[in-house]
């Protein structure tokens, strides 16, 4: 339709401009031209470019209509004069029509060239500004650590300065207490009744011991004096010092929050909250979530960094030492000679044999990842292991075999930060392959279940299938190309090393997610990688794990983008998130439902669990839905509200209280030192320790009457029995509310 009424306009313009001579008015001949030639030109134009890009560049076909319409004063001319009006006009019309439409299509390009200049300087300014940003913070931080270096110097002269007045006050005290003892010793002589010439000699020594002692206390007291200046002086210096540090923290605070600013526009991130709005609260919701909790010292030292070094603590976790957490695992064993012919019930024996030494192998495997989960001082190292073990799901069940168990799981700590390297590696993971029998996905005879599940669960995610959007990838990626592009990826079953088997691979080409090729499986990941799609799957599966079940589009997309810009590493995204203003929602603090793990990892690092029965944790966390290197499917665990439907919410509240009666904790000496002086403050310390969400005043007031009356902490010690099974009590009451299930 835009094509016909574009070539309709340009007919009806050319007629007109045969039929100016008719017209009597210069001024109608120019208004006739005009109309013309930007309906044309226009109609022109919407035909090229559909009516919103017409919207745009309205301007610019106006322009050329009036250059068109100028031009057509030299046909005017033709026609005045009477030279062949009809043909040269309609020639000239031609003629300056395409050189409008040249001119329209050079001013389009140029626009479309100064816009790409525009995103590419501006690009450039954010990343200028994030890199002088950070240069700043660094000079800053440099003389806040030479203010630091300084101010302990003063304090250290302070420190010499009070010693030195202590020892002259110490000085001045004795010469005091040597003229007192003087003034005592001369006056005993002169009450002497004996003869006078025998005192005399007693008394002018004494006098002048007197007068030693006398001039000896002047000077102490001098000294005292002057050292109090010199104190004084020093004290001075201090305070000029502590003054310049806070001025200094006051400006790298700003720097910090400038340059936050800064590198989230450079990256298209979200954008950060400021350090004024960093508190207690904020630090213990990090702590939660890009961990498993703490205690209040570890909530207060993170408030204490402000939110741009408590972030980077978590994060940058590869500076801190590794939890050496000894583990020696059975390697895969070869079969000797006659184990491999063996039939009948000797296969049978030597099969049961191999299955309780594995069985007790799996059971050691889940038991150490309970202590790192538990006790490693990088919580998001494991954290972030425990999401890619749900994400990439496997379990022993089907396997039976604990040592590709821990291959893997050390595969996802060594990579945790790496989804590139995570895809790439899965597909040649050898649990991965045996559990979704990849090693029966040969040329001629495909097997597609890791094929369908590397596109479905892994990368671009089933809701972006054909099936939910037109443009989502078809049957035909999973089938004709993934899964033919994975044949031959297998592994050795006498050693569990990936092998791959060229023989058995199709090396035809294949067209996968619109681009065809010779693909194997690193190149088909390639092409995976490069779909917007996988980035976008991702960043919404972390934002649901870190953040809140509920996606945020927007959000979500500006997390994609900071992702895809860093080569799919996750820390610079998830920096980006635990600074964002989103993490620190309303919606999103305290709306998270804790996972079994989550649970008893974060109630044992809340109450100092001393010595963890992680044999116990095991049985724990299978009766609650979460058996480690077990998720129920390749979905991996269901998450939410499913962990607190009616039949786990009750084992959620007896393991909870089990681990809490068993741990052995002594509660009066976990809370002593904390100076509680009565019951109230006791119940707001365990409140404020426990939970994330508020407690109800009916509660509170229950937990108070629960525990009774009790002295100050300073005084627990006397009735220590007694009040330890009181706090044990209350501690369990508090762990078992509906408020302990979220985080």
Same mark, same amino acid.
């Given at each position: ?33 005009? $109309? ?81 200049? #525009? ?18 913070? +660094? ?46 010793? #001369? ?44 104190? *004084? ?16 923290? /006051? ?25 004024? $709005? ?13 961990? @498993? ?18 972030? *980077? ?12 957490? *000894? ?38 495997? /889940? ?59 899965? +597909? ?6 045996? !559990? ?70 199709? %090396? ?56 895809? $810009? ?34 008893? /990892? ?11 029965? !992680? ?13 480690? @290197? ?40 976990? #809370? ?8 109230? *403050? ?29 002295? %100050? ?27 302990? $299930?979220?985080?």
């Amino acid at each position: 339709m835009a094509l016909a009424r574009s070539w309709a306009a340009t007919v009806q313009f050319l007629r007109r401009a045969a039929r100016l001579r008719f017209l009597i008015s210069w001024r109608e001949r120019w208004y006739h031209l005009s $109309q013309a030639g930007v309906l044309a030109v226009s109609n022109r134009m919407t035909y090229l470019w559909g009516e919103q890009v017409m919207n745009r560049r309205s301007l610019v076909a106006v322009s050329c209509g009036s250059v068109l319409s100028g031009s057509l004063w030299v046909g005017l001319t033709l026609a005045q004069t009477g030279d062949d009006p009809s043909a040269a006009a309609v020639a000239k019309a031609r003629d300056e029509l395409a050189a409008a439409q040249k001119t329209f299509d050079g001013q389009s390009a140029a626009a479309e060239e100064a816009q790409a200049k #525009l995103r590419k300087a501006r690009h450039k300014l954010f990343a200028e500004e994030a890199w002088a940003a950070r240069q700043a913070v +660094v000079k800053v931080e440099a003389l806040n650590t030479a203010a630091n270096k300084a101010l302990a110097a003063k304090k250290a002269q302070v420190k010499a300065a009070q010693a030195k007045i202590a020892a002259a006050t110490k000085n001045a005290k004795k010469a005091v207490a040597e003229k007192t003892a003087a003034e005592k010793t #001369l006056t005993e002589l002169k009450n002497k009744a004996d003869a006078q010439a025998a005192t005399k000699v007693p008394q002018a020594e004494a006098k002048k011991i007197l007068e030693q002692k006398t001039a000896a206390s002047r000077k102490a007291d001098e000294a005292v004096v002057s050292a109090k200046r010199a104190a *004084e002086k020093m004290s001075a210096e201090q305070a000029a010092a502590e003054k310049l540090l806070a001025e200094e923290k /006051v400006r790298l605070t700003s720097l910090r929050d400038a340059a936050a600013i800064s590198h989230a526009n450079a990256l298209g991130g979200l954008k950060p909250i400021t350090s004024q $709005q960093w508190d207690y609260a904020k630090a213990r919701h990090l702590l939660f979530r890009a961990g @498993f909790g703490g205690t209040p010292e570890e909530v207060q030292k993170l408030v204490d960094m402000g939110p741009h070094k408590a972030v *980077e603590y978590l994060v940058e976790y590869h500076g801190r030492p590794v939890l050496n957490v *000894e583990f020696n695992i059975l390697s895969w064993e070869r079969r000797l000679a006659y184990e491999v012919h063996l039939h009948g019930a000797a296969k049978n024996r030597l099969a049961e044999r191999d299955e309780r030494r594995d069985a007790t192998q799996h059971a050691k495997l /889940v038991d150490w990842w309970g202590n790192r989960l538990a006790e490693s001082p990088r919580p998001l190292e494991e954290k972030l292991v425990l999401f890619w073990h749900d994400h990439f799901a496997s379990s022993y069940l089907t396997l039976r075999n604990a040592y590709m168990m821990y291959q893997q799981n050390q595969f996802f700590r060594h990579y945790a930060d790496n989804f590139d390297a995570l895809l790439h590696g899965i +597909v040649q993971d050898p649990a991965m392959i045996q !559990y979704l029998n990849n090693d029966a996905n040969v040329t001629g005879n495909n097997n597609e279940n890791l094929g369908r599940e590397v596109l479905e669960l892994f990368s671009i995610g089933e809701e972006n299938s054909a099936v939910h959007k037109p443009d989502g990838y078809t049957e035909k990626d999973v089938r004709d190309a993934n899964t033919r592009a994975l044949t031959g990826a297998t592994f050795e079953r006498y050693s569990g090393q990936f092998r791959f088997h060229a023989v058995r691979h199709d %090396s035809g080409p294949k067209t996968l997610l619109g681009k065809t090729g010779q693909w194997g499986p690193h190149e088909a990941i390639d092409v995976i990688l490069e779909h917007p799609a996988t980035a976008q799957y991702v960043a919404k599966k972390l934002w649901q794990y870190f953040v809140r079940w509920e996606p945020d589009p927007e959000a979500i997309e500006r997390l994609a983008h900071v992702l895809r $810009q860093n080569g799919y590493r996750i820390r610079p995204m998830l920096s980006n998130l635990f600074l964002s203003e989103q993490f620190y929602s309303k919606e999103s603090m305290a709306s998270h439902i804790k996972s079994p793990v989550e649970l008893l /990892v974060g109630t044992a690092k809340i109450v100092k669990l001393p010595k963890p029965n !992680y044999s116990k944790w095991r049985y724990l966390l299978s009766n609650m839905g979460q058996a480690l @290197f077990d998720p129920p499917s390749v979905a991996g665990w269901p998450e939410g509200r499913h962990w607190i439907n009616a039949n786990l919410l009750m084992l959620r509240y007896t393991s909870v209280a089990d681990l809490v009666k068993g741990g052995g904790i002594d509660f009066v000496a976990l #809370l002593k030192k904390y100076k509680l002086k009565n019951t109230e *403050e006791v119940v707001d310390h365990l409140a404020q320790r426990c939970l994330l969400a508020d407690l109800s005043p009916d509660k509170r007031q229950a937990l108070i009457e629960c525990l009774g009356p009790l002295p %100050s902490s300073s005084e627990w010690d006397k009735q220590k029995k007694e009040i330890n099974a009181k706090l044990q009590e209350a501690v369990m009451l508090l762990l078992s509310s509906p408020e302990y $299930q979220v985080s």
